[in-house]
């Protein structure tokens, strides 16, 4: 019993020690180093029928069959895997033999196809065949196989130059047949892979090159992007601090901070609304003034308006409208036994009721606002009028209400040395300081002695009355004739008003 089983044993063991051989070559060598190269031309399936047979002793036959064989030359590199043509006589021969079956890849090893020849309209006829044959794929890319002889001539095994009829070319997609060997491409969302076979999103070929983030696009394109704080360089796909690149696009100074790059402006210039570029304040919608604009050292933009407009309260706009203002001027008059007005000797500003505000027109026609003058503007009872005045009488009934305080306000506020107060003239030689009593006196052109006292009068403007007194200033205001033959003729302020006066009080006033 013993030897039986040895002998089985024995038996078993020769016959995989047979397939082996048979399979891998002479003495068990791998054949994809010990194989047969045929490189005949005319096994191209381009041919036609030449008369060549691969029968031992025949037009073209190999000296021995039955062992490994590698194609190679112009006559192509694989047997196909499709039927040439059902009609035959190509390949150089009567019937074309072809694999029924796929190519192995590398780590499928050897495997065993089925061999099926073509010829009179037949693809796989069963009266002409040839053995099936063993095929392996070789770590040089290249195929070898294991074939017999054929039933008899004339047959013959075909050949292909690789292309997409052989496992698709190995293309993961879409596969097209070159001259040269098969080109494989992608759909629009994807490329191909550094084995130029394979189609991947293109983040996964080496990440574009990026030096952060990649992100696919749906039309089969990436984009390098970068952390908070970082931006793209001129390359497309380097990450730096937001600074370093173009000056994070300010104009000016660039810093790096925590949300990224910071844009600062010199001291006379403002940031934009962009956050990027500096510019001067009066470059932003005008510095938001609604006329004159100028800027200033410090970097802001001071308003101002047409010399017929005043500067509104906010500093930025130049109300318009005045025209239906209702005014009341205030003016400063010699004083006279009667109630009438005296000589003018000093105009007031102009007060303006009707806008937002109290403002001031200067005789020049310029406008101030009057608070300006610190304490001018003291507070006033509000007064109810009747529901049955019409508008303009209850204008009228405001002006009397604050004009003549206004007036001796503005009076005490603007001459508060009385007439010692030195305002500035400009004449033909240039601008000059004069003391209000000079000015009254040159304005009077009388002698004035004894002195009179100046009157505030305030005049509600020919739409509400005429004009009344309101304030006596507490000077005596004295003027004295001075003349100087071939020289100089005028009117001095008596300061002393002592009736005496000189050209020395006029040089001193």
């Not at 150089?92 to 089925?114: C, E, Q, S």
């Not at 730096?240 to 690149?245: D, E, G, K, L, T």
């Not at 009388?446 to 200033?473: E, N, Y």
């Amino acid at each position: 019993m013993q030897m039986h089983l040895l002998g089985s044993s024995l038996l078993l063991v020769g016959a995989y020690l047979l397939s082996y051989c048979f399979v891998s070559g002479q003495q068990g060598r791998d054949p994809c180093s010990s194989y047969t190269v045929i490189k005949d031309a005319w096994r191209s399936v381009s041919n036609g029928f030449q008369g060549y047979c691969d029968q031992p002793g025949s037009k073209g036959a190999q000296p021995q069959y039955n062992k490994w064989f590698r194609f190679m030359g112009p006559g192509g590199t694989i047997m196909p895997e499709s039927c040439p043509t059902p009609k035959g006589d190509v390949c150089g021969t009567h019937v074309a033999f072809w694999i029924n079956g796929k190519h192995p890849t590398l780590a499928d090893g050897v495997v065993t196809r089925p061999v099926c020849g073509a010829y009179i309209g037949q693809c796989c006829r069963s009266d002409h065949t040839a053995p099936s044959a063993k095929i392996k794929m070789c770590p040089g890319g290249f195929y070898v196989y294991y074939l017999g002889q054929t039933s008899g001539c004339h047959l013959a095994y075909c050949t292909v130059t690789s292309s997409c009829s052989i496992r698709h070319g190995d293309c993961s997609h879409a596969c097209t047949d070159t001259a040269a060997s098969p080109l494989c491409s992608c759909p629009l969302n994807l490329v191909l892979d550094s084995d130029n076979k394979t189609c991947v999103k293109p983040c996964k070929v080496n990440n574009i090159n990026c030096s952060h983030t990649c992100t696919n696009t749906q039309d089969g394109k990436a984009v390098c992007t970068c952390p908070s704080g970082m931006a793209l360089k001129s390359d497309e796909k380097t990450c730096a601090m937001q600074c370093s690149v173009n000056n994070g696009g300010c104009s000016h100074k660039c810093v790096n901070g925590k949300n990224g790059a910071q844009c600062l402006c010199p001291e006379s210039m403002v940031l934009a609304p962009n956050k990027t570029t500096c510019v001067k304040p009066c470059d932003l919608n005008n510095g938001d003034c609604s006329h004159i604009c100028q800027n200033t050292e410090d970097g802001k933009a001071v308003c101002s308006c047409p010399p017929e407009l005043p500067l509104g309260l906010d500093e930025k706009t130049c109300p318009q409208g005045f025209a239906d203002a209702y005014r009341c001027g205030c003016s400063i008059h010699v004083e006279t036994p009667h109630t009438r007005k005296g000589s003018l000797l000093f105009n007031l500003p102009t007060l303006l009721y009707g806008y937002h505000d109290l403002w001031a027109e200067d005789v020049n026609g310029t406008f101030q606002v009057l608070d300006q003058y610190p304490n001018f503007r003291p507070k006033m009872m509000q007064k109810r009028f009747k529901k049955d005045i019409d508008e303009q009488e209850r204008n009228c009934l405001k002006i009397y209400r604050r004009c003549p305080q206004d007036c001796e306000n503005m009076a005490k506020a603007v001459i508060d040395d009385g007439l010692s107060t030195v305002f500035t003239v400009k004449g033909t030689s240039g601008s000059k300081t004069i003391p209000l009593g000079q000015i009254m006196c040159e304005r009077l052109l009388a002698p004035l002695h004894p002195g009179r006292r100046p009157i505030v009068f305030f005049d509600p403007g020919p739409k509400c009355g005429r004009p009344i007194s309101t304030h006596f200033l507490q000077d005596v205001l004295c003027c004295g004739h001075l003349r100087i033959p071939n020289l100089l003729e005028t009117y001095v302020w008596n300061k002393k008003c002592d009736g005496q006066v000189s050209i020395k009080d006029l040089i001193a006033g």
